[in-house]
């Protein structure tokens, strides 16, 4: 895991308690997107590609996560988010989390590491398509119910 990433997992599990104050994981969110944006920019324009693709996607939707960055609704019931530093949740069956984890690119969700929540790490440019693809197995997942 690399040194940005650990911040914020150490963040998250030290200081989690701390998100039920108003706005302040949304400020912390945008901390880290100005960080990105001073380190690791192309993690930004990775971030807004993701998010254009997705919203062509019948049923998709994007708003504010309410922990900070974006999150990818169908239908208004969330499948996953990206945090601004490029870190993606993702739900899906626990069955196909745990084939995921057998291939070594997700691990288990940062807070939720006992459901179906997995999260991803980007870090390079092929990470970005992987990113999307995952997504797009939580959207099928998901458009299942609704058909």
């Not at 690399?2 to 949304?26: H, M, Q, Y």
């Not at 990105?36 to 939707?61: H, N, Q, Y």
Request: hydrophobic share 45%.
């Amino acid at each position: 895991m690399k040194k940005d990433n650990f911040l914020f997992s150490f963040v998250v599990k030290r200081f989690g308690f701390l998100k039920t104050i108003p706005l302040l994981a949304l400020i912390f969110d945008s901390w880290l997107k100005l960080w990105m944006f001073i380190c690791k920019p192309e993690i930004l324009d990775w971030l807004d590609e993701i998010e254009a693709e997705v919203l062509t996607w019948k049923g998709m939707s994007v708003v504010t996560h309410r922990y900070g960055g974006l999150q990818f609704d169908l239908h208004g019931t969330e499948i996953g988010h990206i945090h601004s530093n490029g870190i993606m949740d993702v739900l899906l069956t626990r069955q196909l989390k745990q084939e995921l984890l057998e291939e070594g690119r997700v691990v288990h969700h940062h807070v939720f590491s006992q459901s179906g929540w997995i999260s991803f790490y980007m870090i390079s440019i092929s990470d970005k398509e992987y990113a999307k693809a995952l997504l797009l197995l939580a959207y099928h997942r998901k458009l299942k119910k609704y058909l």
